[in-house]
């Protein structure tokens, strides 16, 4: 019998399997147990995820995955590689429309209002949930064009965001949007000086940072991160790291992240996915990394795989 047989037909006896042995590369008899995917929490998800589906072409790469995520929070995503986290990420600002062969079911509410149904103002919508991305990825631009260049590409440097400084001319508000930026992503103090140097001359931590203050200069509610620190040293990490705490006094925070401990540290919540694009388990971090409910989750956050 092939060990895909078996599988199939321990599912089939729908016996509880949670004690089941699981082998090095997290294969598994293991059945999912709906209990391990149901979080509360108070007050309105930010966003709610209902049965998203994700394929591209005739490759199923996210199954059927539900989850609330709390706002002003840290929701760390984990799981090996290609199990789609990056994939449910994009889907959650509907970065996926851009890639031809990907094609979304289910519904992701933000706010309570469909972000795939038909209307959606797409530019809109990725203001309101920003991403920044695992290799930084500043234009070729002064740091100062690098934080303006989305409200000035929106034409929000008059308008929106800056409505609340009002009486200012054109330049003076740029500077302010670009201070304000800059400072929230820990930044300012380093670069205030040289804001008219090209953004390319700086580190790749500070390049993050700038990539994260020009995802916050339109003013977004979500911050969507995929692996924000894997490229940058340790002490530019824990620099990512501590502004992504503070970020999330004001901010609704998701991020993919391949390090254990950075989980741990950050997140308030943590969900995990596991090969074949099934999320397996979500609840606060410190329940899945002190005692989770899922054997496999269990032996990947201990290293036994992944
Ligand atoms: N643009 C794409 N075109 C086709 N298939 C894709 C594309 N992006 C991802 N996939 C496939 O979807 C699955 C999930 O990929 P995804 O990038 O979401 O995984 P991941 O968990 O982010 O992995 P990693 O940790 O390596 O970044 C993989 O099998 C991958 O090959
Ligand atoms: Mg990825």
């Known amino acids: 019998m092939s060990d895909s047989q078996a599988t199939h037909e321990t599912e089939s ?11 090095t590369a997290g294969e598994t008899d293991e059945r999912i147990d709906d209990s391990w995917l149901e979080y509360e929490f108070e007050g309105e998800p930010k966003l709610s995820v209902q049965n998203l589906d994700v394929y591209y072409g005739d490759e199923h790469a996210l199954k059927d995955v539900s989850m609330d995520i709390p706002e002003q929070s840290v929701t760390a995503l984990i799981g090996p590689s290609g199990c789609g986290k990056s994939t449910f990420l994009r889907s959650l600002n509907r970065m996926n429309d851009r890639i031809k062969s990907a094609r979304v079911e289910g519904t992701v509410e933000l706010d309570g209002r469909d972000i795939y149904q038909d209307g959606t103002n797409l530019v809109e919508l990725r203001k309101r949930v920003g991403m920044v991305f695992q290799s930084p990825n500043p ?4 740091i100062k064009d690098n934080v303006s260049y989305g409200p000035r590409k929106h034409g929000d440097i008059n308008t929106g965001l800056l409505a609340s400084l009002l009486g200012k001319d054109e330049s003076d508000k740029e500077a302010e949007l670009v201070e304000r930026s800059l400072t929230q992503a820990a930044l300012w103090d380093e670069v205030s000086d040289r804001l008219d140097d090209n953004a390319l001359g700086l580190s790749g931590g500070q390049q993050q940072r700038l990539c ?3 995802a916050l200069a339109t003013d977004p509610e979500v911050l969507l991160m995929d692996e924000p620190a894997s490229a940058l040293d340790p002490i530019a990490t824990s620099k990512i790291e501590d502004l992504i705490e503070e970020l999330a006094e004001e901010y609704t925070v998701v991020v993919v992240t391949h390090n254990m401990q950075q989980a741990a540290r950050i997140s308030d919540q943590t969900a995990v996915f596991l090969t074949g694009g099934e999320l397996v388990e979500y609840d606060d971090t410190e329940k899945i990394f002190e005692s989770p409910e899922s054997q496999r989750v269990e032996d990947y956050i201990t290293g036994k795989f992944g």
């Open 212 to 214: 994260i203050a020009r």
């Open 139 to 142: 234009f070729p631009k002064s």
């Open 13 to 23: 006896t729908g016996i509880e399997t949670s004690t089941s042995s699981t082998t």
